[in-house]
C-alpha cells in the first residue's frame, strides 16, 4: 500500500476506535436516561456537529424544487429505520454488555444480504457461508448450550441488526439520487424529530441529564459528527475491502471498551463467538478474485 492509502486506512481504524467506542457511552447513558431521550439529544448534536459538512455540500451542488422533495422522502425514509434500530440498540445495550451488543448489532453486514434476495439480489456463495459461520458465532455469544441464556438485551439489540439491515437497504436505494451528505444530515434529523416526540413521553430528571452530558457528547458529536467525517475522507481512494474490514473493527472495540471501562468480561465461549463473528463478518466483506 502506498504512504497515501496507509494514512486513509488510519482515518477508518479512528473511526472504528469512535465508533467500538461509543457504545461504552450508550452503555452509561442506558442507566441514567431512557433509550427516546439519549438518542434524542444525541441525535440533535449530531445534526449540529455535521451542519457545517452540510452547508458546504449544498452550496457545490444547490438542489431544484424537485430534488428537494426528494431527499425529504429519503431522509424521512431513512430517518425512521434509523430511529427504529438506534432505539431497539439503546434499549438492548442496558441488559447487555458492549461486547455483545457491538457484535450482535454487527450482523448487520450478514443480513443486509438475505433482505437483498427479496429486491432481486442473489448473494453469493461466500455471503452464504459468512452467513452460516455467523449464525454459530451467535449461538456461542448468547446461546451456548440453552436457549434461556439469551438475555432480553441480546434480543432487542438483534432486532437493531435487522432494522440497521432495513435502514441501509433504504439509504443504498436512495443515495442513487440523493447526496450522501445531504441524505445522511436529513436522516439525522428526521430521526432527531421522531426521538423527541417519543421523549416527551419519557420520564426524566434533570440530574440524570446532566450526568450523561459527556456520554451524549460523545455519541453525538464524536460518533456522529466527526466519525462521519473521517469515514467520507478514509473511504476516498481506498480498496472497499480494506475499508470495509477497517470499519469491522469497531465491534472489537466495542468489546476492549467495555472489558477496560465498564470492566465487563466474556466466558471463553462467550469469547470464542466474537472470534467467530468477526471472522464471518470479515470473510464476507473481502473479495478473493484477483485484480486484474
Known amino acids: ?65 424537485e430534488q428537494k422533495k426528494q431527499l425529504l422522502l429519503a431522509g424521512f ?28 448489532t454487527a450482523l448487520y453486514m450478514l443480513i443486509v ?4 434476495v427479496f429486491i432481486g439480489h442473489k448473494p453469493s456463495k461466500q455471503t452464504w457461508a459468512s452467513i452460516f459461520i455467523g449464525l454459530i458465532g451467535l449461538y456461542c455469544l448468547c446461546i451456548h448450550g440453552s436457549i434461556d441464556n439469551i438475555t432480553k438485551g441480546d434480543f432487542y439489540t438483534l432486532i437493531c441488526a435487522f432494522l440497521f439491515a432495513l435502514q441501509i437497504l433504504a439509504v443504498n436505494h436512495f443515495v442513487e439520487t440523493c447526496h450522501p451528505i445531504l441524505l445522511s444530515e436529513i436522516q439525522f434529523f428526521f430521526c432527531a424529530i421522531f426521538a423527541t416526540i417519543c421523549m416527551a413521553f419519557e420520564p426524566m430528571t434533570i440530574q440524570n441529564l446532566r450526568q450523561t452530558i459527556i456520554p451524549i457528547l460523545y455519541a453525538g458529536v464524536f460518533s456522529t459528527g ?64 484477483p485484480s486484474i
Open 1 to 65: 500500500m502506498k504512504s497515501n492509502e496507509w494514512f486513509h486506512l488510519g482515518l477508518l481504524i479512528l473511526t472504528a476506535l469512535i465508533w467500538g467506542m461509543a457504545f461504552v457511552a450508550q452503555s452509561i447513558g442506558a442507566n441514567l436516561v431512557g433509550p427516546f431521550t439519549f438518542l434524542a439529544t444525541r441525535s440533535w448534536l449530531g445534526v449540529l456537529a455535521i451542519v457545517p459538512l452540510f452547508i458546504h455540500t449544498l452550496s457545490k451542488n444547490p438542489l431544484n424544487k
Open 77 to 104: 425514509c431513512c430517518g425512521f429505520f434509523l430511529f427504529s434500530a438506534s432505539v431497539a440498540q439503546q434499549i438492548g445495550i442496558k441488559y447487555t454488555t458492549t461486547a455483545k451488543s457491538g457484535f450482535i
Open 113 to 116: 444480504p438475505i433482505f437483498s
Open 226 to 289: 466527526i466519525a462521519y467525517t473521517l469515514q467520507i475522507v478514509g473511504q476516498k481512494n481506498l480498496n472497499p475491502s480494506i475499508a470495509s474490514l477497517a470499519m469491522c473493527l469497531e465491534s472489537v472495540f466495542s468489546a476492549l471498551g467495555g472489558w477496560m471501562l465498564l470492566g465487563q468480561r466474556l466466558t471463553p465461549i462467550e469469547l470464542i463467538g466474537c472470534l467467530v463473528m468477526f471472522f464471518a463478518i470479515a470473510i464476507s466483506q473481502v473479495s478473493f478474485k
